[in-house]
């Protein structure tokens, strides 16, 4: 009887601590989920045919092989900076470029 009684309680124990590691995933998803939509909002999509041509001859340059799968377009104090997701060899990558062609940190992005 001891053991039965000390194995439902092992059992409890198990179950509030994975209801306890699936609520922090899941916080951590959604603050992610809220982060991508509103880094989102800044940008209105845009077909990829229509990205200038220095920003497709930067990715041909930089990123061999890549294949530009979206873009996004966003205007700031004059400056256009573009949002490009890139597929590398299978690797998916985000990436930030000014009109020119120019490739800007994440960081930077916003000034």
């Not at 294949?67 to 205007?75: D, F, G, L, S, Y």
């Amino acid at each position: 009887m001891k053991k039965l009684g000390l194995s439902l309680l092992a059992v409890t124990a198990m179950f509030f601590y994975s209801e306890n590691v699936n609520a922090q995933v899941e916080g951590e998803v959604e603050a992610e989920v809220e982060t991508h939509a509103q880094e989102q909002s800044d940008f209105k999509e845009i077909d990829v045919v229509a990205l200038p041509q220095p920003v497709k001859d930067a990715v041909m340059s930089d990123f061999n092989g890549a294949v530009t799968e979206e873009a996004w377009v966003k205007e700031k104090d004059g400056k256009t900076i573009y949002k490009l997701s890139l597929n590398v060899e299978g690797e998916k990558k985000k990436v930030y470029v000014d009109q020119d062609g120019n490739w800007i940190d994440k960081e930077d992005k916003d000034k």
